[in-house]
């Protein structure tokens, strides 16, 4: 492997002793757009898109970009451009999918808590289906159906009940979870949604978690919701396209996903034994198109040395990257411009005032005071994850294709911040 190159990110690599991202040099970003800065790699999404579109070669499938894990716009934009759908999970995501001119009719719309007004929005917009989490839930969007005068597209969620092997947080495919319907009540489910004068059965989908490594919870989960589409259409009730949720994992430190398209190649195999080879399909992939295409650049503020702990502070926190505090999550930190010289043995750690505020912890590094980082594999669940805590405004977001650096987030002012509130008269 050439040293030059980050492992996985192959849009990533440094030039001399500077890194870079595809044709342009991430500290000249940085100087001129400040820091915390995310910086996303145009050419790395649409490699992670095209491995899976090459797994589905010749195949009906659509492919629904999970937004929740990067909604900023000039990314929908990207995935749009490409004619990706989107899986949507509020009536905020859906006006971002039609601000960054993506089409309704592919949007798929999931998620336990759908609101009333929520699903006026989308069915006003005409989206493709409504992916549909209760029975409770089949009920309240028959009657918003009839009220808007249309039938909803519905597929019904299903919890196969197979454990993932992720981070207990992001596993959504247990009996324990909150998610989808049970595998037992499913027959009873379908049965009632094609009784309901507002809906239409288009689908079936199931979502087993996130930052899944290994190849056997998706065969497992196949195998699950096949046999139930055996039993649904048995009793009458024609399925139409399945939907095998997201969740592939990226290589965020050594870890091994399999590759989109040598995963599908095998799951479709499968499909294909079990007869189901021509049905139309559709994924939610999130993370995978997107994580490893970004990263965070941030500024070293301050070295702390301490009998226990040496500190780096650095002007990025938790507010930016809530990965680590939220799930332990760990990202690589890499310098802009490498020294030469010995590392010394630091806590990344943002400003703000929680000790949960770490972004890497027991990190060799060799840096200074003013030098600039990377946090690496920050595409995904960062910026779109990001808060105000402590009154911190969002970083600017910057997307590259080729030499072109657009910036496609202006930082967040504090004005920004106190648009919507007011004193008290
Ligand atoms: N479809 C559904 C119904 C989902 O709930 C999710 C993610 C996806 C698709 C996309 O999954 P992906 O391909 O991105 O794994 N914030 C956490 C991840 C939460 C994932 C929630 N659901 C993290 O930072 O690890």
């Known amino acids: 492997m050439n040293p030059a190159l980050l492992p996985g990110r192959p849009h990533f690599a440094y030039r001399g002793n500077r890194l870079f991202v595809e044709d342009v040099c991430l500290a000249d970003l940085a100087k001129e757009h400040g820091t915390p800065l995310f910086v996303y790699s145009k050419a790395s999404m649409l490699a992670a898109l095209a491995a899976y579109q090459r797994g589905f070669a010749g195949r009906n499938v659509r492919i629904c970009y999970a937004m929740k894990a990067n909604s900023s716009l000039g990314v929908l934009q990207v995935f749009a451009r490409a004619g990706c759908g989107f899986d949507i999970v509020s009536g905020g995501e859906l006006r971002r999918v039609l601000a960054a001119g993506g089409d309704a009719s592919k949007v798929i719309f999931s998620g336990v808590g759908k609101t009333r007004e929520e699903m006026r929005q989308a069915l006003a917009a005409g989206i493709g289906c409504f992916n549909v989490e209760s029975e409770a839930e089949l009920e309240v969007l028959s009657e918003m159906a009839m009220l808007s005068g249309a039938t909803a597209a519905v597929s019904v969620r299903v919890n196969p009940n197979v454990d993932p092997k992720t981070h207990p947080y992001i596993s959504t495919g247990l009996k324990g979870n909150k998610f989808g319907v049970a595998h037992e009540r499913a027959l009873q489910t ?236």
Not at 235 to 242: C, L, R, S, T
Not at 304 to 322: H, S, T, Y
Not at 353 to 377: F, K, M, P, Q, T
Request: net charge negative; charged share 25%; proline share 6%.
């Open 190 to 425: 379908y049965r009632r949604a094609a009784a309901l004068p507002g809906l239409r059965v288009v689908g079936i989908d199931c979502h087993i978690g996130s930052q899944i490594t290994e190849e056997t919870p998706y065969l497992d989960a196949m195998d699950r919701i096949l046999d139930l589409v055996d039993v649904i259409e048995a009793a009458g009730i024609p399925i139409g396209h399945i939907d095998f949720g997201g969740g592939l994992g990226i290589d965020y430190n050594g870890d091994t996903p399999p590759e989109a398209d040598a995963l599908w190649t095998r799951l479709l195999a499968r499909l294909d034994a079990r007869g189901y080879g021509g049905r139309p399909l559709m994924i939610e992939p999130g993370r995978s198109l997107v994580g490893n295409a970004g990263v965070c650049l941030t500024e070293v503020l301050y070295l702390k040395p301490g009998e226990l702990k040496n500190f780096c502070i650095i002007d990025a926190a938790m507010n930016d990257l809530p990965r680590p505090a939220m799930y332990q999550a760990f990202h690589q930190i890499v310098p802009l411009q490498p020294r030469e010289g010995e590392a010394a043995t630091f806590d990344v750690v943002g400003p703000v005032c929680e000790s949960g505020d770490w972004i890497g912890r027991d990190r060799a590094l060799n840096v200074a005071s003013g030098d600039l980082l990377a946090v690496l594999s920050a595409g995904a669940y960062c910026m779109s994850m990001a808060s105000n805590y402590n009154t911190r405004g969002r970083p600017a977001e910057v997307l590259v294709d080729g030499a072109s650096a657009h910036l496609i987030r202006r930082r967040e002012t504090a004005e920004d911040q106190m648009r919507a509130e007011s004193l008290v008269r």
